[in-house]
């Protein structure tokens, strides 16, 4: 079977590793030069060409892993070797010579790294008019392609939201970004967006919402507690590690505000010790939140995501 585009052959590669047959999901990804145009073959080749060192891993085939990482290191792109998957390759005795070439990539490319953003405005878009604002932060490990395409901008264009996503600097791996390692980059980076899209676009300010998946939910939570800038509330799906801002004294000031917060977890995932202890500060100083288990999944988005953000919105509106 041929296909005419890479997100094809995703969508059949998607249901192989959901049905856990992951040798046959690398076979596929093995035949995609052939099964692809060139065009598509090439502009999407890290991702499948690390999508099958990724789950040869789950094959234990890490001589084919450890070999297919070398060569695309070999060829200039990043990996994330400390993915917990990749953790037998530290046995092998290439490892330490592919993970001194690989960080050395990571800085090199690192060093040429800036931030950036996309705007989506809503039809009609007038001057004339104030908007809300829909900030979205990607995860650690993403970018803004495929963060937009679980976090739909039309989900929000829909309510007349303006909807920005800003993109960070930091490198995790080829084409993918993360805003732990320096939450304070994160912080100005975010906000200077913030400060740029107030100037070009007319933004009502009581009615500005953050969100993001894992690193970007994180960060979500940091921003509004950190009080960067006026936020009405923040949408987090898995904010697995409580962030720099969060105390007792920043969650009652932002409660004190009126700000309205979601959180989000897959079911497979719970508890998550550190999402338990923020929901715990949330009750106790009385901020308005919802928190949404997401059925028969970890540490991901959940199927009928774009229902449970019209939900979240509902909620902080």
């Known amino acids: 079977m041929k296909y005419n585009s890479y997100s094809q052959l995703e969508e059949d590669f998607k249901v192989l590793i959901e049905q856990e047959k992951y040798i046959e999901a690398v076979n596929l990804l093995g035949k995609a030069s052939k099964l692809l145009p060139i065009k598509e073959f090439e502009e999407n080749y890290f991702d499948i060409v690390f999508g099958r060192a990724r789950f040869l891993t789950n094959c234990k085939l890490y001589e084919q892993c450890i070999k297919i990482l070398i060569n695309l290191v070999d060829q200039g792109y990043a990996c994330p070797l400390n993915w917990e998957r990749f ?92 805003w732990l390692e320096n939450p304070l980059k994160a912080r100005s980076e975010v906000k200077d967006v913030f400060n740029l899209v107030s100037q070009q676009y007319s933004i009502d300010e009581d009615y500005i919402i953050i969100g993001g998946f894992s690193g970007g939910a994180i960060t979500a939570l940091d921003i509004t507690l950190a009080n960067e800038f006026p936020v009405k509330g923040f949408i987090a799906l898995c904010p697995s590690k409580t962030p720099q801002s969060f105390t007792k004294q920043n969650v009652k000031y932002a409660s004190d505000k009126g700000i309205k917060g979601v959180f989000m977890e897959g079911e497979y995932n719970i508890p998550v010790p550190d999402e338990e202890e923020m929901i715990n500060v949330f009750k106790e100083v009385g901020l308005s939140y919802q928190y949404y288990i997401n059925k028969k999944i970890g540490h991901w988005y959940p199927k009928d995501f774009s229902q449970k953000l019209e939900e979240a919105l509902k909620f902080i509106l």
């Open 87 to 178: 953790e037998p390759l530290k046995n092998d005795i290439r490892y330490d010579e592919l993970k001194q070439k690989n960080e050395q990539l990571i800085k090199w490319i690192g060093r040429k790294s800036k931030p950036t953003y996309v705007v989506h405005l809503p039809e009609g878009y007038t001057e004339n008019k104030e908007y809300p604002l829909f900030i979205n932060l990607h995860g650690d490990g993403e970018n803004i392609k495929n963060h937009s395409s679980y976090w739909k901008p039309s989900t929000f264009l829909k309510r007349d939201f303006i909807v920005v996503y800003p993109q960070s600097s930091q490198v995790a791996y080829h084409n993918s970004f993360g």
